[in-house]
């Protein structure tokens, strides 16, 4: 795993505990020598992810359309910045130059783009883990609605071994690297 996608904040979020998150998952990163793709910008948990990796070394490569460059204050210190022209060529390139995926607390936006990339393993797409860094229980009833959806047989339980839940960086990066995909039909009626 050279590199890792991690999908989070533009908003720092209500509880501090998640932006010490960002920044220790991107010095962790650093310090494995793992690269930090992600959204581009520089506020928020994005930006502290960002900073963190950089202040200790690390590379940071940043996606982002500019349609957003203005609104998320594209980060100009990355290692590189790509401007693209739509959410959907940011969402191609970060898949392309990741190994695995990671979602950190977040909106609308980090789930859309975590729940894309989980339904590409899914469907067969990419073998690549995704992971969910579940600080301070923030993915709790998430993980609770999904598994509504595998008792009502909308998901099978497979399919949500696929992802990696921990509730620390070093927890969710040794998980993320001891993955190994279940066996599983690309999709099958349950």
């Given at each position: 795993?050279?590199?890792?996608?991690?999908?989070?904040?533009?908003?720092?979020?209500?509880?501090?505990?998640?932006?010490?998150?960002?920044?220790?998952?991107?010095?962790?990163?650093?310090?494995?020598?793992?690269?930090?793709?992600?959204?581009?910008?520089?506020?928020?948990?994005?930006?502290?992810?960002?900073?963190?990796?950089?202040?200790?070394?690390?590379?940071?490569?940043?996606?982002?359309?500019?349609?957003?460059?203005?609104?998320?204050?594209?980060?100009?210190?990355?290692?590189?910045?790509?401007?693209?022209?739509?959410?959907?060529?940011?969402?191609?390139?970060?898949?392309?130059?990741?190994?695995?995926?990671?979602?950190?607390?977040?909106?609308?936006?980090?789930?859309?783009?975590?729940?894309?990339?989980?339904?590409?393993?899914?469907?067969?797409?990419?073998?690549k883990?995704?992971?969910?860094?579940?600080?301070?229980?923030?993915f709790?009833?998430?993980?609770?609605?999904?598994?509504?959806?595998?008792?009502?047989?909308?998901?099978?339980?497979?399919?949500?071994?696929?992802?990696?839940?921990?509730?620390?960086?070093?927890?969710?990066?040794?998980?993320?690297?001891?993955?190994?995909?279940?066996?599983?039909?690309k999709?099958?009626?349950?």
């Open positions: 795993m050279n590199a890792l996608c991690v999908y989070c904040g533009s908003s720092s979020g209500a509880d501090g505990a998640y932006r010490q998150a960002a920044a220790e998952l991107g010095r962790s990163l650093a310090r494995a020598g793992r690269t930090v793709v992600y959204g581009g910008g520089n506020v928020g948990l994005m930006g502290a992810l960002a900073d963190a990796a950089l202040a200790a070394g690390g590379r940071v490569i940043g996606v982002i359309p500019c349609s957003l460059a203005d609104r998320e204050l594209g980060h100009l210190g990355l290692t590189e910045l790509h401007v693209v022209a739509t959410m959907h060529e940011r969402k191609a390139m970060m898949a392309d130059l990741a190994d695995a995926f990671v979602a950190l607390p977040g909106g609308i936006g980090t789930l859309e783009e975590f729940f894309e990339a989980w339904t590409w393993g899914q469907l067969g797409l990419h073998a883990p995704c992971g969910l860094l579940n600080v301070a229980g923030y709790d009833p998430l993980l609770a609605f999904l598994g509504r959806m595998v008792d009502d047989r909308f998901i099978r339980p497979g399919h949500m071994e696929m992802i990696c839940v921990a509730q620390t960086p070093a927890d969710l990066l040794a998980r993320l690297e001891s993955f190994r995909p279940p066996d599983l039909p999709w099958i009626d349950p």
